[in-house]
T-cell receptor
Framework: SQQGEEDPQALSIQEGENATMNCSYK?????LQWYRQNSGRGLVHLIL?????REKHSGRLRVTLDTSKKSSSLLITASRAADTASYFC????????????FGTGTRLKVLA | GAGVSQSPSNKVTEKGKDVELRCDPI?????LYWYRQRLGQGLEFLIY????????KSGLPSDRFSAERTGESVSTLTIQRTQQEDSAVYLC??????????????FGPGTRLTVL
C-alpha cells in the first residue's frame, strides 16, 4: 500500500529562518494535503494541492508537488516559535476518496 | 460552530479491561473516521462511516476493536480486553461528505490511551 514518508524526521531551526520538509509517496494520487499536529494531539489542516497543480501558497506556506517524482515539499517562510509542531502529509489515492494515507511526519522545532 | 470533540482526553486502564472512546463530529458532517497514532508515528486508519452506508472496517487491527455510529452523530470506539500494544492516541475526524476527493477532514484532540 502507498505510504507517505516525510524527511527529515526532525528539523531544528532559528526563528526567522525558512523550514523545508519533504514528502514522498508511492502510488498515483488525486491530491496531497499537509497537516500540522501540536503536542501529539489533533491535526490541523494546512493546505491541499491537487495532482494537476504544481505549486500552491497560503500565507507563509508554500507547497510544491512533483507527480513525476511522487514527491511534495512544504516550505514555511520566516518561521516563528509557534510553528513548532509535527507536520504530516496525507495522500488521497486516484481511485479512493476517504482513505488518507499519512506519512510518518517531520518534527519541527523553531528556536526563539 | 464547535469542532470535533473527543472524550475522555486521557484514559489509563489495566490490561484486559474494556474501554470506550467517544467522538462527537462537527454538526452536518456525514463522514466520520477513526485513526490510531502510536508514539512518534503517523496515523493508522481504523474505520470510516459515511451516512447510512456500511462502514469500512478494513483498518481495525483485530476483532477486539469495534466501532458504532448513531446516525450522523456520535461514534464510539470500543476496545475489548485491552493489551499494552493498544496504548496510543486515538484520533477521530469528520468531514462534510467523505466522498468528494477534496473533502477535508477535521480532527478532534484525540484520546490518549495507556494500558498498564
Amino acid at each position: 500500500s502507498q505510504q507517505g514518508e516525510e524527511d527529515p524526521q526532525a528539523l531544528s531551526i532559528q526563528e526567522g529562518e525558512n523550514a523545508t520538509m519533504n514528502c514522498s509517496y508511492k502510488t498515483s494520487i488525486n491530491n496531497l494535503q499537509w497537516y500540522r499536529q501540536n503536542s501529539g494531539r489533533g491535526l490541523v489542516h494546512l493546505i491541499l494541492i491537487r495532482s494537476n497543480e504544481r505549486e500552491k501558497h497560503s500565507g507563509r506556506l508554500r507547497v510544491t508537488l512533483d507527480t513525476s517524482k511522487k514527491s511534495s515539499s512544504l516550505l514555511i517562510t520566516a518561521s516563528r516559535a509557534a510553528d513548532t509542531a509535527s507536520y504530516f502529509c496525507a495522500t488521497v489515492g486516484a481511485s479512493g476518496t476517504y482513505k488518507y494515507i499519512f506519512g510518518t511526519g517531520t518534527r519541527l522545532k523553531v528556536l526563539a | 460552530g464547535a469542532g470535533v470533540s473527543q472524550s475522555p482526553s486521557n484514559k489509563v486502564t489495566e490490561k484486559g479491561k474494556d474501554v470506550e472512546l467517544r467522538c462527537d463530529p462537527i454538526s452536518g458532517h456525514t463522514a466520520l473516521y477513526w485513526y490510531r497514532q502510536r508514539l512518534g508515528q503517523g496515523l493508522e486508519f481504523l474505520i470510516y462511516f459515511q451516512g447510512n452506508s456500511a462502514p469500512d472496517k478494513s483498518g481495525l487491527p483485530s476483532d477486539r476493536f469495534s466501532a458504532e455510529r448513531t446516525g450522523e452523530s456520535v461514534s464510539t470506539l470500543t476496545i475489548q480486553r485491552t493489551q499494552q500494544e493498544d496504548s496510543a492516541v486515538y484520533l477521530c475526524a469528520s468531514s462534510l461528505d467523505g466522498v468528494s476527493s477534496t473533502d477535508t477532514q477535521y480532527f478532534g484532540p484525540g484520546t490518549r490511551l495507556t494500558v498498564l
